[in-house]
């Protein structure tokens, strides 16, 4: 239990959610990892919102579901994000996954975003899906949070916001000048 313990630890620190080590890693103690999280089963494929709610993931969605999100950016978002489209490419064994994509569906909950406008997909640890949904989107990292109007792609999140999930999202729906943590990769 123990050497199992101590690869995941390091697998995790070298590899996060990404394909190559994330720049900057935080240290993850025995105690933030339990037998419980280990089994949890991977999801894959398009999933309704409540499939990351429910248990046996409910315990990291309602903990990182909590974020507070600055009440002036959201005025704007909310107007900005009209007609907008949101897919997620997450996965549901990733701690920035399991940090990020419950603060976003609470930023998007507090501006009564309509729920039908987001796709949310979970994807493998290789960052594929069975049926291929990820095929030419360049899914490297998750979470990846994609905006969309229309057909076209305004502009990604990629595993953690710049500046915070509000006024990331309001940069690339406005049309400002966005770039994501591993744009110049």
Not at 98 to 127: F, G, R
Request: net charge negative; aromatic share 8%; glycine share 4%.
């Amino acid at each position: 239990m123990k050497s199992t313990l101590l690869i995941l630890l390091v697998s995790t620190l070298l590899f996060a959610c990404g394909n190559e080590k994330k720049q900057e890693t935080e240290a993850i103690t025995e105690t933030e990892v339990s037998s419980e999280e280990e089994k949890l089963p991977i999801l894959l494929g398009k999933q309704e919102i409540t499939a990351i709610k429910s248990a046996p993931y409910s315990s990291w969605f309602m903990e990182n579901y909590k974020y507070s999100p600055n009440q002036k950016v959201l005025g704007s978002l909310k107007e900005a994000l009209e007609g907008k489209k949101i897919t997620i490419f997450m996965g549901t064994w990733c701690s920035d996954s399991q940090l990020q994509v419950p603060a976003l569906l609470s930023v998007l909950d507090a501006i009564k975003y309509d729920n039908s406008n987001i796709t949310l997909i979970t994807m493998s640890e290789d960052k594929d899906t069975p049926e291929n949904l990820e095929e030419g989107l360049n899914i490297q990292y998750v979470p990846t949070i994609i905006l969309y109007d229309g057909e076209s792609e305004m502009g990604r999140i990629v595993e953690y916001p710049v500046e915070s999930l509000e006024a990331d999202l309001l940069a690339i729906a406005t049309g400002k000048e966005y770039k994501h943590s591993y744009a110049d990769e």
